[in-house]
Antibody, heavy 125, light 107 residues
Framework: QVTLTESGPALVKPTQTLTLTCTFSGFSLTTSGMCVNWIRQPPGKALEWLARIDWEDDKYYNISLRTRLTISKDTSRNQVVLTMTNMDPVDTSTYYC?????????????????WGKGTTVTVSS | SELTQDPAASVALGQTVSLTCQGDSLKTDYASWYQQKPGQAPVLVMYGKHNRPSGIPDRISGSISEDTASLTITGAQAEDEADYYCNSRDTSGDQVIFGGGTRLTVL
């Protein structure tokens, strides 16, 4: 059974750095074609993709947030970590991690088949 | 590039509704569709040309025409009331994009 679980602080202060961890089971991030993504959703708003990391340790970021984001993986611990610097109240969101089992560039689609339950982060002083 | 969805749609119980997702990226990438109910994480309901994950009822189907993908619910049930999002990669292939979502109401 594939599961992903997000963890991190529920509250951060403006200008602080947010660190979120996605702990997964039921698959390996060394499997060819595998990716893990981070996505967020502000209250009442749409989903926004943030970043992904693939089986070859290649990393891709949302262009508009690229300077603030860093994604990394620890395959021995089955974890993917996202850091976001200089947090602002507009970053208040539920943050999700999700698996993409086929993220090669020549795949005709990009889908996220299993999602974590999400973790809510509020940015406030 | 971006994906455009109608903000809201409604359907009478038992009737059929099609939700659309339009964008240039869909000329080269199939859309994927997610259902999200209040307080829950999104659930994948369709991807590729006609791929439906296990556990998704066959009253949900997908189609594509040029730059527009459609998700059709045939015989809508009360439990289909939810927000629906489409996604794909952008035309560069590096970015992943989501549509703004459609809130479906079952009357």
């Amino acid at each position: 059974q594939v599961t992903l679980t997000e963890s991190g602080p529920a509250l951060v202060k403006p200008t602080q750095t947010l660190t979120l961890t996605c702990t997964f089971s039921g698959f390996s991030l060394t499997t060819s074609g595998m990716c893990v993504n981070w996505i967020r959703q502000p209250p009442g708003k749409a989903l926004e993709w943030l970043a992904r990391i693939d089986w070859e340790d290649d990393k891709y970021y949302n262009i508009s947030l690229r300077t603030r984001l860093t994604i990394s993986k620890d395959t021995s611990r089955n974890q993917v970590v996202l850091t976001m610097t200089n947090m602002d109240p507009v970053d208040t969101s539920t943050y999700y991690c999700a698996r993409t089992p086929e993220c090669r560039a020549n795949a005709p689609y990009y889908y996220m088949d299993v999602w974590g339950k999400g973790t809510t982060v509020t940015v406030s002083s | 590039s971006e994906l455009t969805q109608d903000p809201a749609a409604s359907v009478a119980l038992g009737q059929t509704v099609s939700l659309t997702c339009q964008g240039d990226s869909l000329k080269t990438d199939y859309a994927s569709w997610y259902q999200q109910k209040p307080g829950q994480a999104p659930v994948l309901v369709m991807y590729g040309k006609h791929n439906r994950p296990s556990g998704i009822p066959d009253r949900i189907s997908g189609s594509i025409s040029e730059d527009t993908a459609s998700l059709t619910i045939t015989g809508a049930q009360a439990e289909d009331e939810a927000d629906y999002y489409c996604n794909s990669r952008d035309t560069s292939g590096d970015q992943v994009i989501f549509g703004g979502g459609t809130r479906l109401t079952v009357l």
